[in-house]
């Protein structure tokens, strides 16, 4: 297939080692995607994430690809080889094609097959083993369905936790290889099993799995990322939103990419409103950043504090929505004071569209310690910890007209902060008397 084409040759022209250092931030999604949509739509597309895993599907004793267990936002996904979970989540389809729809930080969508008590592995066992996995089978039938259904579907996320079968594994994820499909693994413990079943599956199709997700909480709280390293895949390691307070998480995940090779981290579960995604994942983006820029791109610089304190992000040119400044570390309404290079001006707006929030803006020329500017009515105005959204770009390149350098004695020209000027620069605003000029305006 395509699908393999293209991972094959990336192997062949990278490296495998190259293809597979990915970095970046996960989050489990539970049946509240769907109970509570479209909200939480709008909230995985601003987290900061860079890929989420959906939670979960099921495989039945008879094939049948369920979700939850029926009910509103449950049901059968894929039955006899036909995408059926339309007739009961009508909005579904457009849901997952809308989490990747920029903006969005969402790059990469997962399944989950499997969990505590989870019997799909079981099924997927027997099911094999009576029928295999050609194209006349029901896996390969049901999972087709699925992939075209969903085609945003990037990868399967297997957490078996119970039946541990290598034989049937590695057949079913050369299956969903083959039908466009990664595997990632998410274990917490047996490493034997996971680690002959990486093996086994890369040898068979380079690059189809690409990442270890191992879980350090509950069953595998005592996990030492460490060891699983499997086939020398890069490990993302996880915590719950529950396990204890944000900051101790992230500072353990700082201490998993310092001390134990991790490249990224994960979250368990979103299934409720009752944390904040978007400032997990941008404190995760700090730690396993996807977006870099050099020191000559580099333009402006961004400070969760006042005083140049705090986080520092760098920035090179460009807009910069919700999302993409989630990704590149920087949480809503999180910017304190900035840098910004001679020659370049950055506009900071309190919407989440700049196009939609022209009123609704600041522009700084020059660094600021605080984020305070003087408004038309003389009264200083803080803009810290406002910003949604921003623009990053050079000082127009425009002059201004009908004005002249003045003689000596004639009236002096000054800029908004009580500069003299001797000579206005294209685009500077200056008063003069008691008239503001700026990019060609004239008298």
């Avoid at 987290?47 to 009910?71: C, H, Q, R």
């Avoid at 998993?256 to 997990?280: I, R, T």
Wanted: charged content about 20%; some cysteine.
């Amino acid at each position: 297939m395509k699908t393999k084409l293209i991972l094959t040759l990336l192997c062949l022209t990278l490296g495998t080692a190259d293809l597979l250092a990915q970095a970046g931030s996960g989050v489990y999604v539970g049946g509240h995607i769907r109970r509570a949509r479209p909200t939480t739509i709008g909230t995985l597309r601003n987290s900061g994430f860079t890929y989420a895993i959906l939670f979960n599907v099921n495989v039945e004793e008879n094939g049948d690809l369920t979700v939850d267990n029926g009910g509103e936002a449950g049901g059968v996904i894929c039955h006899e080889g036909e995408y059926v979970f339309n007739k009961v989540q009508r909005y579904y389809q457009d849901d997952v094609k809308n989490l990747k729809t920029a903006p969005t930080s969402i790059e990469r969508i997962e399944i989950c097959i499997g969990g505590w008590e989870n019997q799909s592995y079981a099924h997927i066992r027997d099911l094999i083993n009576s029928e295999g996995t050609g194209e006349e089978s029901i896996l390969y039938r049901n999972f087709k369905a699925l992939k075209e259904a969903l085609p945003e579907v990037d990868a399967v996320n297997n957490d078996d936790e119970h039946c541990y079968d290598t034989s049937t594994a590695v057949k079913f994820h050369a299956m969903m290889y083959e039908l466009g499909y990664l595997t990632t693994v998410a274990p917490y413990t047996n490493k034997t099993f996971w680690n002959s079943l990486v093996t086994q599956l890369n040898r068979q199709h380079p690059g189809a799995c690409d990442r270890v997700l191992i879980q350090c909480y509950d069953g595998g709280a005592y996990n030492n990322p460490s060891d699983w390293k499997l086939g020398n895949l890069p490990v993302h390691a996880g915590r719950t939103n529950y396990q204890t307070d944000m900051q101790t998480s992230i500072n353990q995940m700082q201490t998993w990419k310092n001390n134990n090779g991790v490249v990224g981290g994960f979250v368990w579960v979103y299934n409720d409103e009752s944390w904040n995604l978007n400032q997990w994942a941008s404190a995760m983006n700090r730690i396993f950043p996807t977006r870099t820029v050099s020191n000559a791109d580099a333009v402006a610089t961004v400070y969760g504090d006042a005083d140049y304190q705090g986080y520092a992000v760098r920035l090179p040119v460009g807009k910069y929505l919700t999302a993409d400044l989630a990704v590149w570390g920087i949480a809503q309404k999180d910017i304190e004071s900035l840098k910004v290079r001679d020659g370049y001006q950055i506009t900071l707006y309190s919407v989440a569209d700049p196009v939609k929030g022209e009123r609704i803006k600041h522009t700084f020329t020059e660094d600021s310690p605080k984020l305070e500017y003087v408004g038309s009515n003389g009264l200083t105005t803080s803009y810290a910890n406002r910003t949604l959204s921003l623009i990053i770009e050079k000082i127009p390149e425009v002059g201004i007209t009908g004005v002249s350098t003045p003689a000596s004695g004639e009236e002096q020209l000054y800029d908004l902060n009580g500069r003299r000027i001797d000579t206005p620069r294209q685009g500077q605003v200056i008063i003069k008397g008691n008239k503001k000029y700026a990019r060609n305006t004239t008298e």
